[in-house]
């Protein structure tokens, strides 16, 4: 019985502290960013962006402003928030 509220507790803690959004939140563009961005370059790829499934629609390239290929988080964070 101890074993199973430890458990219990470290699930609550993990989920509490993902920084997901609570139910009925929209994710912010820093979560949906850290979410994304696999190999934590600080960056997104193309097929990091396109792993997204609200974004496969986008073209890559009306994102990536500076042409560099690939979206810095502020690049994305702009765009983010007119979807």
Not at 23 to 50: C, H, I, R, Y
Not at 66 to 79: T, Y
């Amino acid at each position: 019985m101890h074993y199973l509220l430890k458990t219990i507790v470290l699930f609550a803690l993990v989920v509490g502290m993902s920084g997901l959004p609570l139910s009925g939140q929209s994710p912010t563009a820093d979560q949906v960013f850290a979410q994304l961005d696999t190999d934590k370059d600080g960056n997104l790829s193309q097929t990091e962006f396109g792993a997204h499934p609200d974004l496969q629609g986008e073209k890559f390239a009306d994102w990536d402003a500076n042409r560099d290929g690939s979206l810095s988080k502020g690049e994305f964070a702009a765009k983010f928030g007119q979807k």
